[in-house]
């Protein structure tokens, strides 16, 4: 079997993606449609918005609710 760079570049990603993911602590919550998500505690004020509206929140509601967190990074 010959290896190409584009499985070396394959599997260069899935490592780095693995441990990017361990980086970050997680929860998993229930999406408004039954099926679990993964959401990333990394105290970010884009991850909020993402993961609330992920959550089912409107994008004004999930807007005040990350907007009311004080300690989130810009």
Same mark, same amino acid.
């Given at each position: 079997?010959? %290896?190409?760079? $584009?499985? &070396?570049? $394959?599997?260069?990603?899935?490592?780095?993606? %693995?441990?990017? $993911?361990?980086? &970050?602590?997680? &929860?998993? /919550?229930? =999406?408004?449609?039954?099926?679990?998500? &993964?959401?990333?505690? !990394?105290? +970010?004020?884009?991850?909020?918005?993402? !993961?609330?509206? /992920?959550? =089912?929140?409107?994008? !004004?509601?999930? +807007?005040?609710?990350? !907007?009311?967190?004080?300690?989130?990074?810009?």
């Amino acid at each position: 079997m010959k %290896i190409t760079v $584009a499985m &070396v570049l $394959a599997v260069a990603a899935a490592t780095a993606g %693995i441990a990017w $993911a361990e980086d &970050v602590p997680t &929860v998993t /919550r229930t =999406g408004p449609n039954g099926k679990p998500l &993964v959401l990333r505690l !990394d105290g +970010k004020y884009s991850t909020c918005l993402r !993961d609330s509206q /992920r959550l =089912g929140y409107s994008h !004004d509601s999930a +807007k005040r609710y990350c !907007d009311a967190k004080p300690n989130l990074k810009r």
